[in-house]
């Protein structure tokens, strides 16, 4: 029994985590509700993350090496991640970052609607905007030509693929650079060998809390992309930042529509 719910699975959320006393909490609030574990994955964070981590008596904690902080080997941090949470032999499995928290809608979903035949599950995204209470719908082409769509229910819109069931036969691995980076093809946080079916769901979304982070408010957020990408040869360093400039929604001269919530997106 978990927040008060008996769950037929054992599902374990597997977190990467750095710098995130600013939301952790309400994270793993949330997923007390219905995880037996969630595994932290920590990338030396200097806030309190591990303290609040710690408090909660379901969390596994695990700190990842030091490593040179402008290069982020996403594949094997995903894999490091994913060992610690095959420990705990679970049922189903969630891959979230930390700043992404499933609807309340996931409890009915596993347990009366999940498709046992489904091997991955891909989730719609939706991205807070502004405050905690509101999304935006826009799409538009910025003046550096980069199309942008914030609506998260349209057909092209972002999605993840955040969770897994899980097989101990299977051998599970990811290929570096292919790792939470979005939806399309391997790049998606669960690994990347996961045998099909796979399906998107429409029962629960996952409530994304990045875009109104103190890192992302800031821009030093953006500047953290702009160093991946230009460590991965996408670009000068210049050009990637002003590339995540443009695609980070604060331009005043571009549209700006805002819909609140629903009050049943978020756990009490």
């Known amino acids: 029994r978990y927040g008060g719910f008996i769950m037929k699975y054992k599902i374990v959320a597997g977190l990467r985590a750095k710098n995130e006393e600013w939301i952790i909490d309400k994270t793993l609030s949330s997923l007390k509700n219905f995880c037996d574990t969630v595994v932290v994955y920590d990338d030396n964070s200097t806030d309190k993350t591990e303290e609040i981590c710690k408090s909660?008596?379901?969390v596994d904690w695990h700190e990842g090496p030091e490593r040179d902080p402008h290069v982020w080997d996403a594949g094997q941090q995903a894999t490091d991640l994913f060992k610690f949470?095959?420990?705990?032999?679970?049922n189903y499995i969630f891959m979230l970052d930390a700043?992404?928290?499933?609807?309340?809608?996931?409890?009915?979903?596993?347990?009366?609607?999940?498709?046992?035949?489904v091997n991955l599950w891909k989730t719609r995204m939706v991205n807070l905007f502004?405050?905690?209470?509101?999304?935006?719908?826009d799409k538009y082409r910025t003046s550096s030509g980069v199309n942008i769509n914030w609506d998260p229910f349209?057909?092209?819109?972002?999605?993840?693929?955040?969770?897994?069931?899980?097989?101990?036969?299977h051998d599970y691995t990811y290929e570096p650079l292919k790792v939470g980076l979005g939806s399309f093809g391997p790049f998606h946080p669960a690994p990347n060998n996961i045998p099909s079916p796979y399906k998107l769901t429409e029962d629960f979304y996952i409530i994304h809390y990045g875009k109104i982070s103190p890192a992302f408010l800031s821009g030093e957020k953006q500047k953290f992309y702009a160093r991946n990408d230009y460590m991965t040869g996408k670009g000068s360093y210049e050009q990637c930042l002003k590339h995540h400039m443009a695609c980070s929604g604060f331009n005043p001269n571009e549209p700006l529509t805002l819909i609140e919530c629903k009050k049943d997106w978020f756990w009490n």
């Open 56 to 58: 909660y008596d379901f």
């Open 85 to 90: 949470v095959e420990r705990h032999d679970p």
């Open 99 to 117: 700043d992404e928290i499933p609807t309340p809608s996931i409890i009915n979903f596993f347990d009366s609607n999940i498709d046992t035949d």
């Open 130 to 137: 502004k405050d905690e209470n509101h999304y935006r719908t």
């Open 154 to 169: 349209c057909d092209n819109a972002w999605f993840k693929h955040t969770l897994m069931k899980y097989d101990r036969n």
